[in-house]
């Protein structure tokens, strides 16, 4: 009987995450950052689209085109059932790699997505992947791709080696990938009791092994138990892309691109002595100890000169997506905490406050005449705010007035998924073509809303209550569950209250509900 897995953990279920890297109109403002001309956005394709959030939330939030596929079977499944719920262009199978990319029916793409993936599957399917990036990138499109790196995972990886033979070895027969990685996981740490040598030598490897004792059990068996799994260096990468006429063009992590906030100014100075690009990213990699990259390559770069730059960027219409009180001054980068400068991102998010659309020109203009900051440090603080998901630049008004009613489809099949589940926490919004991260009862808030359509703090309330009710589930304060109905109603009106006075006026500028 043949083996359709081909190694790959199959009977969990990936988590439900959306990755931000996944949707095509972050693109633009990375690629004006790095002085690249951005791509078009009209097809676009995920190879190992997972539970499918991704992919139907980035195709409901906007007029893209989307096929994709996951060898999956109850994966793709619940994907198209997401698809069907916002009547997005989406086109999705559960085929492997090895029957999709030798489809003639698919178009070419402007963008190409694939998260973690190619760290996970076997060479042949690499190869297959690579030539179908070769055959159906378009001129000036662009492959997403992200991936383990050494040398972060340089001390991990043998305990990696370790966890899947146990369970390959040891593990009981029958038991099923999650029971594995309990019993994996607990003869290693049995074993690191013990005081190995190897610890010893490489301390960092226990505190990661620590770490990743607490993460969800399903994604730990799709991090570390496919058969096929390896750590890729930046140099090997560009060698195994190399066929399919790609170059380098920016890292998709914002935050990659501001040097002050990553290295040292002896390292700065270092990497800029180097001529070759593939090489600095591989010194860079060591400097920063890179576990995971996320890197955007593109067929065919162009570069814009300074003043094309200049005047694509001051064009760009950003939004806040959060209140100004959320914002917090301090971000965390390879060199630890990094304070912002209270002066140069305080008036501008002064000026992002009201959550209404501004330009980059305009911002900066305000922050020069009203606030003696210069332009690049707007632009630079845009860029970490974007970087931070606290900001996010705005599609064309007829593509967030056309995807508005299949995001808003979207968003509501997810309020009702969350009546019984706690797995979905985003939103798709059209004015980005992204998401937002929402909680569980603002989703209950948002169901309740839409099927009375009335903005009833109360009721909303008493939905969210007789849901929770039914399923025995209570709300936690501190740490404790409420002691009684009439708390738990209370505390459900106070948030609702705090939904429809903050929230709501939020989501409904981004397009996200009616």
Partial sequence: MSDWTAGYV?????????????NPQRIKLAFLMAGLVPPENGTACELGFGQGMSVNIHAAASVTEWHGTDF????????RELAAASGANLHLNDQAFSEFCLRTDLPEFDFIGLHGIFSWISDENRRIIVDF??????????LYISYNTQPGWAGMAPVRDLLTEHANVMGAAGSGSLA?????????ERLFATDPLFVRANPNAKLRFEKAKEQNRAYLAHEYFNRDWVPIGFAHMARWLEPAKLTYACSAHYHDHIDAINLSPEQQKLVAEIGDTHFAQTVRDFIVNQTFRRDYWVRGARRLSPLDQE?????????????????????TSPRGDVTLQETVYGPLLDMLADQGTHTIGELSERGAREHQVNKLQVLQAVFILAGSGKVAVLQDDDVIARAAPQAQKLNLHLCTLAKSSTDFHEFALPATGGSMTVDRFQQLFTLARAQSGKDDVEAWASFAASVLARQGQRIVIDGKPVESDEMQLRELTKRAVQFRDHTLPMLRKLGAVA
Avoid: H, W
């Fill in 10 to 22: 199959a009977d969990v279920g990936y988590t439900f995450g959306t990755y931000a890297e996944l």
């Fill in 180 to 188: 594995r990685v309990d019993q994996s996981f607990n003869f290693v």
């Fill in 311 to 331: 005047e694509r960027l001051n064009a760009c219409r950003i939004v806040m997506l959060t209140s100004r009180e959320q914002v917090a001054l301090k971000i």
């Fill in 72 to 79: 999956n079977p109850s994966q793709a499944g619940f994907a």
């Fill in 133 to 142: 990036v070769r055959r159906k990138l378009k001129v000036g499109g662009v």
